[in-house]
């Protein structure tokens, strides 16, 4: 003989239902693209980086061409650093231009309207020497309140010449105060989530590329700003070098595996910090006795971090591209294309 089911057990079955599908919500996968950036002069990436650009990002690549800066001998500004390839791009592409924001402080109305036709004319050289085609641009410029309106000028004037879509780089004070600071006549903004504490001596100090607390006193206002955002997430680690308690260069090329060498350096009682036990050379760098590095490294770990913190604050249902700064220094080793996947998931 069957029972008949009770309504209180159809209620709570009702209810872990209702709790296994809110829960599947809130796990299931982003639908982001991913991309990375590549900031070197020369492009060329090894076979690994290739294989990672193909199976994580499907080719897609946001390629500085050049910087803009100021020449004050010259008094103009003038493009450094331009791109020049070695191999051959496969690549759904993005040019970069990085502008310093001097550039702006100098330059006059009629001047912005000449750099954007020259900027222009550049990108449109340099994408035909290759047969390289783009649907947008992207800037990377740090602008100010006495820069704003120079910039943003800049920004219209390209978009009229090029007829291309625009992007513009955030930093996170410019989210927060987005009133004071502007928000630039673009089509998307990329927000830099990295670089976002004071680079400091002190070795106990957080991490300056990044930390959650810094982090924390900016995102909440994430949803309110005025332009569809991707995401940049870092991928590069770098060593500070301190001597007599004051910091003298920051450097890239300073890693774990020079600083691990104990012919030349000790281990100090702070976790990832090292003492220079004699004076020598090391990659173009002088180092002194008892100079002090700081390591700030960028492993899976903080990622996950970084991508948590953030995916709170943005909505799964907005499509947007996480970018991974960059491929051209990363070490395939240190992240695996499983790890991206995993991070990017989250958007």
């Avoid at 502008?99 to 035909?128: M, R, V, Y």
């Avoid at 600071?181 to 670089?195: A, E, H, K, Q, S």
């Avoid at 004051?246 to 350096?265: A, P, R, T």
Wanted: aromatic share 12%.
């Amino acid at each position: 003989m069957k029972h008949p089911i009770s309504p209180l057990y159809l209620f709570r079955l009702f209810l872990l239902m209702l709790h296994l599908t809110v829960l599947a919500a809130c796990q299931r996968p982003g639908k982001a693209d991913t991309a990375f950036y590549y900031w070197k002069q020369t492009f060329s990436l090894d076979k690994p980086q290739q294989e990672l650009l193909q199976k994580v990002a499907g080719h897609k690549l946001y390629l500085r061409f050049f910087d803009i800066k100021w020449d004050e001998k010259a008094n103009r500004a003038y493009p450094e650093a331009v791109i020049n390839f070695k191999q051959k791009i496969n690549a759904q592409l993005t040019p970069v231009v990085f502008i310093t924001n001097q550039t702006f402080e100098k330059l006059s109305l009629p001047g912005i309207d000449s750099l954007a036709a020259h900027s222009h004319k550049l990108i449109t050289k340099l994408a035909s020497s290759q047969n390289l085609q783009y649907e947008q641009v992207q800037f990377d410029c740090d602008w100010n309140l006495s820069t704003k309106d120079k910039y943003f000028h800049f920004l219209k004037t390209f978009k009229a010449i090029s007829n291309k879509k625009l992007e513009a780089t955030i930093r996170l004070h410019q989210i927060k105060y987005q009133i004071k600071t502007g928000v630039p006549p673009v089509d998307r903004g990329i927000l830099m989530f990295y670089n976002m504490g004071k680079i400091s001596a002190k070795p106990g100090d957080p991490n300056s590329i990044y930390n959650a607390k810094d982090a924390e006193t900016y995102i909440s206002h994430l949803p309110k700003y005025l332009l569809p955002l991707d995401i940049a997430l870092p991928l590069f680690s770098w060593s500070i070098h301190i001597r007599d308690g004051k910091v003298i260069q920051v450097y890239g090329k300073i890693g774990k595996s020079i600083l691990s060498d104990q012919n030349n350096f000790d281990p100090t009682s702070h976790k990832n910090v090292f003492k220079a036990r004699r004076s020598f050379f090391t990659e173009g760098v002088y180092v002194k006795t008892d100079d002090l590095f700081k390591l700030e490294e960028t492993d899976k770990q903080l990622l996950d971090e970084a991508a948590g913190q953030l995916a709170r604050h943005l909505s799964k249902d907005e499509k947007r591209a996480i970018i991974y700064y960059e491929i051209g220094n990363l070490d395939p080793a240190m992240f695996k294309a499983k790890d991206l996947q995993e991070i990017s998931a989250r958007f």
